[in-house]
T-cell receptor, first 108, second 114 residues
Framework: SQQGEEDPQALSIQEGENATMNCSYKTSINNLQWYRQNSGRGLVHLILIRSNEREKHSGRLRVTLDTSKKSSSLLITASRAADTASYFC????????FGQGTRLTINP | EPEVTQTPSHQVTQMGQEVILRCVPI?????FYWYRQILGQKVEFLVS????????KSEIFDDQFSVERPDGSNFTLKIRSTKLEDSAMYFC????????????FGEGSRLTVL
């Protein structure tokens, strides 16, 4: 299965703190993608990291990839209330398969 | 910014009725997808579509489901005879490439089967 598994399942932090979410996968990959889903809305692509990259930044997002451990992490710095959402990783093959995600709650 | 649009946003139907959910993918995209999310559960892959035919489908996508691209812009999901368990959010997505490209999702169509 190409499905990524996110950890933790739920994370609650105070506004301004950093949030770190992890993803593990099982097979070799070309890239790994992170998506966000606000409650009841569609998924939004956040960032794609290729298998030959170790770290990538986009605004307040920082993604790392360790292909030897088959794991990735998503760090959101200086969190805001608007970051409250579910976050998913996906490792595509012919399709994207999503795990249960990490439900992130930012408390004001 | 181009976006994937879906209609209707919410549809309520009686069990056994046919439902068609519509999607307008991003215009230069070539690969189209339907996903489903039952309330409180994960987003599940239903079907992918390329070059006017199904590329891949999941075990959820049984004979009650069909997809079509009737013209150059719309991509539809039909459920022939709805069941209570078909109640879910249905998301359409499109991408320019397959096998690893970024997916662009619509906001979803909420289907409620009574």
């Amino acid at each position: 299965s190409q499905q990524g598994e996110e950890d933790p399942q739920a994370l609650s932090i105070q506004e301004g703190e950093n949030a770190t979410m992890n993803c593990s996968y099982k097979t070799s990959i070309n890239n790994l993608q992170w998506y966000r889903q606000n409650s009841g809305r569609g998924l939004v692509h956040l960032i794609l990291i290729r298998s030959n990259e170790r770290e990538k930044h986009s605004g307040r997002l920082r993604v790392t990839l360790d292909t030897s451990k088959k794991s990735s992490s998503l760090l959101i710095t200086a969190s805001r209330a608007a970051d409250t959402a579910s976050y998913f990783c996906a490792t595509p093959s012919t399709k994207l398969v999503f795990g249960q995600g990490t439900r992130l709650t930012i408390n004001p | 910014e181009p976006e994937v649009t879906q209609t209707p946003s919410h549809q309520v139907t009686q069990m056994g009725q046919e439902v068609i959910l519509r999607c307008v993918p991003i215009s230069n995209h070539l690969y189209f997808y339907w996903y489903r999310q039952i309330l409180g559960q994960k987003v599940e892959f239903l079907v992918s579509f390329y070059n006017n035919e199904i590329s891949e489908k999941s075990e959820i996508f049984d004979d009650q489901f069909s997809v079509e691209r009737p013209d150059g812009s719309n991509f539809t999901l039909k459920i022939r005879s709805t069941k209570l368990e078909d109640s879910a959010m249905y998301f359409c997505a499109s991408s320019y490439t397959s096998g690893g490209g970024e997916l662009f999702f619509g906001e979803g169509s909420r289907l409620t089967v009574l």
